[in-house]
T-cell receptor, first 115, second 118 residues
Framework: NAGVTQTPKFRVLKTGQSMTLLCAQDMNHEYMYWYRQDPGMGLRLIHY???????AKGEVPDGYNVSRLKKQNFLLGLESAAPSQTSVYFC??????????????FGEGSRLTVL | GESVGLHLPTLSVQEGDNSIINCAYSNSASDYFIWYKQESGKGPQFIIDIRSNMDKRQGQRVTVLLNKTVKHLSLQIAATQPGDSAVYFCAGASPKNRLSDTASKLTFGTGTRLQVTL
């Protein structure tokens, strides 16, 4: 019953460092999403994928890159971290796109601090 | 752009009472809404959704009401329990901001923290 698993759960970076967040889902879902959550703001979509080998930009894509080489994995990369990227990052997946019935399955989050 | 928000940042309810959490949206073209629950340190969890061709939808102990005239929806939780303590988000989507036929961008509100007192 793993569902959506994110690693790492916590990370502290210095400005300019790079890192990758890994999201893995075992539900055979086609669609995967990366969101960020900041105090006083709703979840905001960074990038998403509608299937293996595809990626697309969301609402706040700048400073991030993603890859979906395998259906079950969705990676979020920060090439040169900035303090503005301090946030809690959530990965989500869904069996159908939200054009259908729109339940998203979320991971437990990855808290990233950029000093 | 579209905005989805919640009326109160915090709501305190006694155990056993009913809770009503409100949400307003700005885009009259929004046709799909979802409520999520987020417990401390965890990811959001789907509660219930509703489409704009409905005014009301019921789940287990929860009811969502949609008033398209005033662009308002509410989540009602019956017989609130301590385990209901969490932040509740509404999110909306419209045909315009769907990025493709199969993936949509939901606009999330900031959330109401529900505190259940004993």
């Amino acid at each position: 019953n793993a569902g959506v698993t994110q690693t790492p759960k916590f990370r502290v970076l210095k400005t300019g460092q790079s890192m990758t967040l890994l999201c893995a889902q075992d539900m055979n879902h086609e669609y995967m999403y990366w969101y960020r959550q900041d105090p006083g703001m709703g979840l905001r979509l960074i990038h998403y994928s509608v299937g293996e080998g595809t990626t697309a930009k969301g609402e706040v894509p700048d400073g991030y890159n993603v890859s979906r080489l395998k259906k079950q994995n969705f990676l979020l990369g920060l090439e040169s971290a900035a303090p503005s990227q301090t946030s809690v990052y959530f990965c989500a997946s869904s069996p159908l796109g939200l054009g259908g019935s729109g339940e998203l399955f979320f991971g437990e989050g990855s808290r990233l601090t950029v000093l | 752009g579209e905005s989805v928000g919640l009326h109160l940042p915090t709501l305190s309810v006694q155990e056993g009472d009913n809770s009503i959490i409100n949400c307003a949206y700005s885009n009259s073209a929004s046709d799909y809404f979802i409520w999520y629950k987020q417990e401390s340190g965890k990811g959001p969890q789907f509660i219930i959704d509703i489409r704009s061709n409905m005014d009301k939808r019921q789940g287990q102990r929860v009811t969502v009401l949609l008033n398209k005239t005033v662009k308002h929806l509410s989540l009602q939780i019956a017989a609130t329990q301590p385990g209901d303590s969490a932040v509740y988000f509404c999110a909306g989507a419209s045909p315009k901001n769907r990025l493709s036929d199969t993936a949509s961008k939901l606009t999330f509100g900031t959330g109401t923290r529900l505190q259940v007192t004993l």
